[in-house]
């Protein structure tokens, strides 16, 4: 029994002696983690070649998120100064018509009232004006008076006035006085479409009795469609109107839209941010109005720490460098990575200046043997 005891002891105490010494190598590991050392036939090898970081002027890229929209000018909505009945309409949302293309047919009889208005007015002011040319010609005869003849040329423009107000009310409901007569009279109006676009609201239906309040329809004239981009004030100084930026969308980011910023509004909303109003160079029905859209605009940056891309690494979701502390030891250095440029990428670190010596050519043969624990 006692020589089992021993035995069982024994064993305990290997067990813990080899626990111990595991953690004392984690502990190591844990330590130099982050560094590694090379041998000078791994380094020859590896291929790896160690400089310093540049100090360049590189292009910045400010990236903007925002809407396509279509300006207020670009909507419009389509009414009738008088209220009717719609007789015929075929419009749906969606479709697309053309600059006077008809829309709706409305019908009362007020239309017809209208119409008699004009008419009669223009009769009456034939005859006045009929009666103020025959008294004029009398009064330049002294046969008549002075006052019949002021009379009869108040008569007669107040008819032309009455007239001319019919015939704009006229010009409203798209009726042409010009070719107007009693045997044309119509009970109905044609809505034609005041621009070329495409329906994006249909309010009526056949039947529908419509007030001159209501909205028929709305139109929208794709062609005219700009983007509205958020930029935090920041960056608004990065931004200036004619700047040329490159557009694209989350579901097709390889397609890119060339455009131009049009306005800055310089008042900031709740969150801090401006609009900045950008002009497509070229319309593109794929940008429809709501559709989520991303834009990048270059700008020139002052002078900033760069590296050739080779140098630079991506572990774990963080960027990293190799920085070279001498004697084939290298220790690796997180940054904050910035934009590309001729080969080069701008990089942040404290740790980093333009004296340091880095890996700049096969970094990540390098980041492969730090990941395999130095066997190459």
């Given at each position: 029994m006692k020589k089992y005891s021993i035995v069982i002891f024994s064993f305990l105490f290997l067990v813990s002696c080899q626990k111990d010494k595991k953690e004392q190598q984690n502990k190591t590991a844990v330590k130099q983690e982050n560094s590694i050392h090379?041998?000078?036939?791994?380094?020859?090898?590896?291929?790896?070649?160690?400089?310093?970081?540049?100090?360049?002027?590189?292009?910045?890229?400010?990236?903007?998120?925002?809407?396509?929209?279509?300006?207020?000018?670009?909507?419009?909505?389509?009414?009738?100064?008088?209220?009717?009945?719609?007789?015929k309409t075929d419009l749906m949302a969606g479709m697309h018509v053309r600059k006077g293309q008809l829309l709706a047919v409305v019908e009362d009889m007020q239309y017809i009232q209208l119409q008699q208005d004009y008419l009669t007015a223009k009769e009456k002011f034939q005859l006045a004006k009929s009666e103020y040319d025959r008294q004029k010609e009398l009064n330049a005869k002294k046969a008549s008076s002075d006052k019949l003849y002021e009379q009869t040329a108040t008569e007669m423009q107040t008819q032309r006035i009455y007239m001319s107000s019919l015939a704009q009310k006229l010009a409203l409901l798209n009726i042409n006085v010009k070719t107007l007569s009693a045997s044309n009279i119509s009970k109905t109006v044609a809505i034609t479409s005041p621009i070329n676009g495409m329906v994006s609201?249909?309010?009526?239906?056949?039947?529908?009795?419509?007030?001159?309040?209501?909205?028929?329809?709305?139109?929208?004239?794709?062609?005219?469609?700009?983007?509205?981009?958020?930029?935090?004030e920041k960056d608004i100084h990065l931004l200036s109107v004619g700047q040329t930026v490159t557009a694209f969308t989350n579901a097709n980011p390889s397609k890119k839209y060339s455009?131009?910023?049009?306005?800055?509004?310089?008042?900031?909303?709740?969150?801090?941010?401006?609009?900045?109003?950008?002009?497509?160079?070229?319309?593109?029905?794929?940008?429809?109005?709501?559709l989520f859209i991303n834009t990048e605009a270059e700008f020139n940056n002052e002078k900033a720490l760069t590296v050739p891309e080779d140098a630079v690494v991506r572990w774990q979701g963080k960027f990293f460098v190799f920085a070279a502390n001498g004697n084939n030891n290298y220790k690796m250095v997180a940054v904050e990575p910035g934009t590309r440029s001729e080969g080069y990428r701008q990089i942040k670190s404290a740790a980093i200046q333009a004296s340091s010596k880095i890996v700049t050519r096969n970094a990540y043969t390098l980041l492969m043997t730090f990941m395999n624990g130095g066997d190459q």
């Open positions: 090379l041998t000078s036939e791994q380094v020859k090898n590896a291929g790896l070649i160690v400089g310093n970081p540049e100090e360049r002027t590189v292009k910045g890229i400010l990236q903007l998120q925002g809407t396509v929209t279509v300006p207020p000018k670009s909507v419009v909505n389509v009414s009738i100064p008088l209220g009717g009945y719609i007789k609201k249909v309010n009526v239906n056949v039947g529908k009795y419509i007030a001159p309040t209501d909205m028929l329809f709305e139109l929208m004239e794709m062609s005219d469609i700009v983007l509205v981009m958020n930029a935090f455009a131009k910023i049009a306005y800055i509004n310089q008042s900031l909303n709740d969150d801090r941010a401006a609009e900045v109003i950008c002009k497509v160079n070229q319309y593109d029905s794929a940008l429809v109005p709501g």
